[in-house]
Antibody, heavy 118, light 109 residues
């Protein structure tokens, strides 16, 4: 069974940093693109970043470019999102998703909540 | 402002059909056959309903169909059922970035 479990969220002050993790199991992690998607409370889905299977191709949404960094450790079956210079508008539930079937997510985690507030 | 444009709401009575549109540009929806649709219930993670414009993952009812014409993709839900009431999002590959639509709240009257 495919499972994606996010962790690392929490309350952080503006300008602070957090590192999110996504532990994957039940599939060959190293064969799949992975995404981070966020959803602010009561709002829609917003694509944040993607990374290809071996980490050689990475893309970011303009809103996070230069502040966030996506990476993966295929030996540990784990996806990461390093978030720096956090802003109030980064407050959201952050999902990791498997980019199967040329989609932004054929499997999704339950998300980890990031709150940026003083 | 979302990269892809969806109507904020749609509705229909049980048994009817409803179509939700998703408009992009010639650089995303119009350029690639990598449009997907997701269903999301409140407080739940999204579920993939359609990928590659019109393909249904295993387990998704055939009442859900996807299509595309030019820069606009569409999701049609036929034979509406109460359980179809949810938020629906489209997404598209766009080369050096991906994107979602703003979402459509589907109400079954």
């Amino acid at each position: 069974e495919v499972q994606l479990v996010e962790s690392g969220g929490g309350l952080v002050q503006p300008g602070g940093s957090l590192r999110l993790s996504c532990a994957a199991s039940g599939f060959t992690f190293s064969s799949h693109w992975m995404h981070w998607v966020r959803q602010a409370p009561g709002k829609g889905l917003v694509w944040v970043s993607r990374i290809n299977s071996d980490g050689s191709a990475i893309s970011y949404a303009d809103s996070v470019k230069g502040r966030f960094s996506i990476s993966r450790d295929n030996a540990k079956n784990t996806l990461y999102l390093q978030m720096n210079s956090l802003r109030a508008e980064d407050t959201a539930l952050y999902y990791c998703s498997r980019g199967g079937s040329y989609s932004l997510g054929d499997y999704w985690g339950l998300g980890t909540l990031v709150t940026v507030s003083s | 402002q979302s990269a892809l444009t969806q109507p904020p709401s749609a509705s229909g009575s049980p048994g009817q059909s409803v179509t939700i549109s998703c408009t992009g540009t010639s650089s995303d929806v119009g350029a690639y056959n990598y449009v997907s649709w997701y269903q999301q219930y409140p407080g739940k993670a999204p579920k993939l309903m359609i990928h590659e414009v019109s393909k249904r993952p295993s387990g998704v009812p055939d009442r859900f169909t996807g299509s595309k014409s030019g820069n606009t993709a569409s999701l049609t839900v036929s034979g509406l059922q109460a359980e179809d009431e949810a938020d629906y999002y489209c997404s598209s590959y766009g080369g050096n970035r991906d994107m979602f639509g703003g979402g459509t709240k589907l109400t079954v009257l």
